[in-house]
Nanobody
Framework: QVQLVESGGGLVQAGGSLRLSCVGS????????MGWFRQAPGKEREFVAA????????YYEDSVKGRFTISRDNAKNTVYLKMNSMKPEDTTDYYC???????????????WGQGTQVTVSS
């Protein structure tokens, strides 16, 4: 069993930066691929980024490539999403998830956090 808690959301101006954190508990955290997803009200949840259990492999959705960076610290059971050059369209709730592979497929993620809200003002 893995439990995930996100933090770091908030209000930022366009062009600014935020770093989201996701702390996991449970003995399988270090062996799980981790992903970040986002979901705006009334829209489908979409993939943002993923990272392998070792941190050696990452995968990004095209619209965040070059702006967002996913990383992890297994000693702290934490995965991060650093968001730079933020845009108003990045405004939404962000969720971390633990899964079996570095993929964008939500069905392959077994555990989900409750989400943290990010608002980017123009």
């Amino acid at each position: 069993q893995v439990q995930l808690v996100e933090s770091g959301g908030g209000l930022v101006q366009a062009g600014g930066s935020l770093r989201l954190s996701c702390v996991g508990s449970g003995c399988t955290f270090s062996f799980s691929a981790m992903g970040w997803f986002r979901q705006a009200p009334g829209k489908e949840r979409e993939f943002v980024a993923a990272i392998s259990w070792s941190g050696s492999s990452t995968y990004y959705e095209d619209s965040v490539k070059g702006r967002f960076t996913i990383s992890r610290d297994n000693a702290k059971n934490t995965v991060y999403l650093k968001m730079n050059s933020m845009k108003p369209e990045d405004t939404t709730d962000y969720y971390c998830a633990a899964g079996r592979a570095v993929v964008a497929v939500q069905a392959l993620y077994n555990y989900w956090g409750q989400g943290t809200q990010v608002t980017v003002s123009s």
